[in-house]
């Protein structure tokens, strides 16, 4: 077509391959145009080559079956991917129309709490659970918020509710470290905390769980099918409340420590401040505790806690919370415990007040309790320090030996206790309110005040000599002296119960009759049942040491029993009028005032010249009474000034004998420390005592005949006035006239060997 009248040759599409041999090929003007036939030649190949590999029937087969599975996963997966979204949406939606306001959700214990104040009417202890009241995340400290969220969810406010990089991020930990996926780190932000807080929206019922740490614990399964629960309930969570509401029910539900729920609970327990008012190191110190409260709570272990805080603190400042310069002031600085909290005195003697009040307003009060107690820290601490200080320099490293003490005063208001050796956690064993166990020597005052009440005076005699009693059914009995062997012969009763002298106090307890005995015991506050036969006097029975310390009050205050208490009143919080009084007190006069004061000096000298030497006090004067029981298992002191009671038991729990231990011996000498530390600053009081006339051991002389006394007139009061006395008979005395007037009672039943 070339030439032809001037016209352009007809429009042809390029060659895909080369030109057919034999015919040269057209030049091009732009030989760059042909670059891209090289991609479309390359594609050609890698189809014919396809084309040959499946001529292969096999790889036919596996690659339809392939792409045949394929199309199915893929049109089921969309299809159930759709429909789990959209169940999603419809639980959460569900969820979202169910959930309360946010009010309710702050304070949803299931018990109360019962805080107790002492006798300045200051916060020493606290039972159950503490609701410090409500707070909101715009309320607390922002540093406390800060630190929150930072430990917690640093992701907090860029999720809807959960946070799959989390979970991740948890399994990964986990995995790493040899555990199961879900165990140890969780990846749970803190709405789903708030989920599990709350249970997933499910109450607790009583008539449905064994107990309310039984509901807790499944509220706490980190199973898969538990946390798949979380997800919609914080979704719904998210969307009913926002974040600044999320976050409220956090801090006020949150578990951390001690007994306290919530961070304004927390705040006071362990700083005595709102939490609105928290310092950095405050802050990072609460917020710590959320990984384990019990562990990381600043009572427990203060070091432990502010190691933890510190943490807390790099966190806070890697994230922007705080600056270098407030991070290192925050470190140089650490949190301290609140004086209440750090002296943690009075565990003991909490527990025990909770089991002297009703259980409904206690152990399982449903509302919020305040007890005013009897209780002085100052006496507390010095009654702790008294017992650390003599085991940690008397007794050799590694002894597991225990010890009690309760301090009171003369009507039976308990001013300290100790129930054992270690700081007491709630609950813990109390060795001076729930140990009975034998008495030994601390019950021959009881023998004795039977004798004084019958008119015997002090100066009376009785023989220290061998003794066999036949008992029916029983046989002889043949009580022996601590010193075996060793007999003083005729002693008058001031020796006998100095010297605690076993024979002798077995024939006055007989002469004047157990039933006597046993009254009096039983009058002044011996509440356990008391031996029958004549191992009673000396201390076959059974009690505790605020029983035998109560009793002891009654010798004090002129012979009338006491009941022990600790509550002076309790009330609901916020209220005004008092839902019960003291309990406790001064009961009916048991022995007359002449016989106690009778009795008070004769066990002044216990410890003047008898067995408990070691309780002297130097110028104060004190009375007291030592007690071993058989194969040293049990050894005690009880005494008293004029100003407090206090009773030192000493053994073991499994009542392994005490090796070399008597009741003059370290009982004595904690008595000593606890009575010298607790009269620090008090000026000395005359102890209500009569004194003899005569000198220490004698019985007076033969009065003329027509000079007949009546028993007791040979004493004068020394610190006191003379009570007045009713009549009492009179009787011809010779130097041993209280011997035979006792052999007489007594009749056959007491035998000399």
């Not at 107790?116 to 410090?132: I, K, P, S, Y």
């Not at 799959?164 to 991020?169: D, E, F, K």
């Not at 009376?460 to 075996?484: A, C, F, H, R």
Request: proline share 6%; charged share 20%.
């Amino acid at each position: 077509m070339t030439g032809s009248g001037g016209k352009k040759p007809p429009l042809v599409a390029d060659r895909r391959y080369g030109a057919v041999r034999g015919t040269a090929a057209k030049p091009t003007a732009k030989p760059a145009a042909k670059a891209p036939a090289k991609p479309a030649a390359q594609k050609a190949r890698t189809r014919a080559s396809a084309r040959r590999r499946s001529s292969n029937p096999v790889v036919r087969l596996v690659g339809g079956l392939f792409r045949t599975v394929w199309r199915v996963i893929w049109g089921i997966g969309w299809r159930v991917t759709a429909l789990v979204a959209a169940g999603l949406g419809i639980v959460t939606w569900y969820l979202y129309t169910q959930l309360p306001p946010v009010e309710t959700l702050l304070d949803a214990r299931a018990r109360g709490s019962v805080t107790m104040l002492d006798n300045t009417e200051q916060v020493f202890a606290w039972r159950g659970e503490t609701f410090g009241g409500q707070v909101t995340s715009d309320t607390v400290s922002k540093h406390l918020r800060n630190a929150v969220i930072a430990t917690e969810d640093r992701r907090f406010y860029r999720h809807f509710g959960i946070s799959p990089r989390g979970i991740a991020s948890a399994v990964r930990i986990n995995l790493s470290e040899g555990r199961g996926a879900l165990e140890g780190n969780g990846g749970s932000t803190i709405t789903q905390q708030v989920a599990k807080l709350l249970c997933l929206g499910v109450p607790y019922d009583a008539s449905q769980w064994e107990s309310e740490a039984a509901y807790e614990a499944d509220c706490r399964d980190s199973t898969v099918w538990r946390k798949l629960k979380e997800v919609p309930f914080s979704m719904a969570m998210e969307a009913k409340y926002g974040k600044a509401d999320v976050l409220t029910i956090y801090l006020n539900r949150a578990y951390l420590g001690a007994g306290a729920r919530g961070f304004e609970a927390a705040a006071q327990r362990y700083f005595g401040k709102s939490a609105a008012n928290v310092t950095p190191a405050e802050a990072a110190m609460l917020a710590g505790l959320l990984k384990a409260p019990s562990r990381y709570a600043p009572t427990a272990n203060l070091q432990r806690s502010q190691e933890r805080a510190n943490l807390i603190i790099g966190l806070m400042e890697d994230q922007g919370y705080l600056t270098k310069a407030e991070a290192d002031d925050a470190r140089a600085n650490p949190a301290r415990l609140s004086e209440a909290a750090a002296q943690q005195a009075g565990g003991y003697f909490a527990d025990w007040i909770m089991e002297s009040g009703p259980d409904f307003l206690t152990r399982d009060t449903t509302e919020d309790v305040i007890i005013r107690t009897t209780l002085d820290k100052r006496l507390q601490s010095a009654a702790e320090g008294a017992l650390a200080y003599v085991f940690e320099t008397k007794l050799k490293e590694g002894s597991n030996a225990q010890a009690a003490i309760v301090v009171m005063s003369a009507d039976g208001a308990v001013r300290a206790m100790v129930g054992g050796r270690n700081t007491a956690a709630a609950g813990s064993f109390n060795r001076a309110t729930q140990a009975k166990r034998q008495t030994g020597s601390t019950f021959k005052p009881f023998v004795y005040a039977a004798a004084l009440e019958m008119g015997y005076p002090p100066s009376s005699t009785v023989m220290d000599e061998p003794l066999t009693i036949n008992i029916p059914g029983s046989g002889p009995w043949s009580p022996q002296n601590y010193e075996k062997g060793k007999y003083r012969g005729q002693i008058d009763l001031l020796t006998a119960l100095a010297q605690s002298v076993n024979t002798s106090t077995v024939r006055v307890q007989e002469a004047v009759g157990r039933d006597l005995v046993r009254k009096i015991a039983t009058d002044l506050g011996f509440a356990h049942d008391l031996a029958d036969g004549p191992a009673l006097a000396l201390g076959a029975s059974e009690s505790t040491l605020i029983e035998m310390t109560g009793a002891y009050a009654g010798f004090l205050n002129g012979g009338t029993a006491v009941k022990p208490y600790g509550i002076l009143d309790l009330r609901l919080k916020d209220d005004e009028v008092p839902l019960m009084g003291q309990d406790g007190g001064f009961g009916q006069r048991v022995i007359s005032e002449t016989a106690a004061r009778q009795l008070v000096y004769m066990m002044s000298q216990v410890i003047e010249r008898g067995t408990g030497g070691r309780a002297n006090l130097g110028d104060r004067p004190a009375a007291g009474k030592t007690g071993t029981t058989s194969a040293a298992r049990d050894a005690w002191f009880i005494g008293f000034t004029a100003d407090y009671v206090t009773g030192v038991w000493m053994g073991y729990d499994d009542n392994t004998p005490l090796s070399g231990v008597t009741g003059g011996g370290l009982p004595a000498e904690i008595w000593r420390e606890v009575m010298v530390r607790v009269h620090e600053g008090l000026p000395i009081h005359e102890l209500p005592m009569d004194r003899p006339t005569q000198a220490y051991g004698q019985a007076p002389q033969t009065p003329a005949p027509d000079q007949q006394p009546v028993p007791g007139a040979e004493w004068q009061a020394q610190t006191a006035p003379m009570p007045q006395q009713q009549p009492q008979p009179q009787r011809q005395r010779e130097p041993d006239v209280a011997e035979q007037i006792l052999m007489e009672v007594l009749g056959g039943l007491l035998g000399r060997n």
